[in-house]
């Protein structure tokens, strides 16, 4: 897997802190930094999200495939997935994640409670790259709510 990440703010670009990453598998995804009201020519200007952004919002994309893909492996009736994240960081740099909590919501037919919970449980053990390397620094809490279809 590769990626590469340009630093758009040198081109004259609407924000100074803006990047731009190019996947391996050819996307690109524009980022930016928060605001700096103490020096403005450090901030970005809110025109995408911020890389930890990027790094929450991909954790909550690998867990959601694995939840859906052992749910259907399984040959349950599932219709729809999706998960809430909600994240702590650490106060002093490097401000890593300390707590994430995440809320699934999945609709489906009849979907047996036990079995969502299960593919959520082994997403985290044992499935999800991203959910591993964030458990290294913080804490990863579950919950989730069943839609009848």
Sequence with gaps: MECTVTWTGAAGTRSGMGFVAETGSGHVLAMDGAPDEARPENGG???????????????GGCTAYDVVLILKRGRHAVSGCSVQLK????????????????????????????????????????????????????????SFELVED
Aim: hydrophobic fraction near 40%.
């Design 87 to 142: 994240a702590e960081r650490a106060d002093t740099d490097p401000k890593v994640f300390t707590s994430v909590h995440m809320h699934f919501t999945v609709r489906g037919k009849s979907l047996p409670p036990a079995a969502v919970e299960r593919a959520i449980a082994m997403s985290h053990e044992k499935y999800c790259s991203a959910s591993a390397m964030l458990a290294k620094t913080a804490a990863i809490t579950t």
């Design 45 to 59: 200007r809110n025109l995408a999200p911020r890389p930890m952004e990027t790094v929450l919002a991909g954790t």
